[in-house]
């Protein structure tokens, strides 16, 4: 009885295996596409990080929903944001944005570095 029930197991898991073979090549597709997306929102965090103070100001300023973010804090939002801007991670604000608003911050971090 036991052997008969290993083997049935075994059997089994034999039969699923090609259908769990398809859902992890689905899952990896779908994490490729995820990554993605996450390599630009981490890549324009790092080239936000890497502006001087004024042009990354310029930047935020320029994007009403991160101006927003900021300014709900008043000055001193701004002020814990100048001190800490090289090392905040930005990218979750970033995904945050639609895609109009991600391209446009695309433009204006390429061309605060474009000035540099």
Do not use: H
């Amino acid at each position: 009885m036991r052997i008969s029930s290993l083997f049935l197991l075994l059997f089994l898991s034999i039969l699923t295996l090609p259908t769990l073979a398809q859902s992890s090549a689905d899952r990896s597709d779908v994490q490729a596409v995820v990554d993605g997306e996450d390599v630009d929102s981490r890549q324009m965090s790092t080239d936000l990080q890497r502006l001087p103070w004024k042009p990354f100001k310029a930047v935020i300023e320029a994007v009403p929903k991160l101006a927003s973010d900021v300014n709900a804090y008043g000055p001193l939002g701004w002020q814990f944001v100048k001190e800490n801007y090289k090392t905040y991670d930005w990218k979750k604000k970033i995904d945050k944005l639609d895609a109009v608003q991600k391209k446009q911050l695309a433009e204006l971090i390429k061309n605060a570095k474009a000035a540099q």
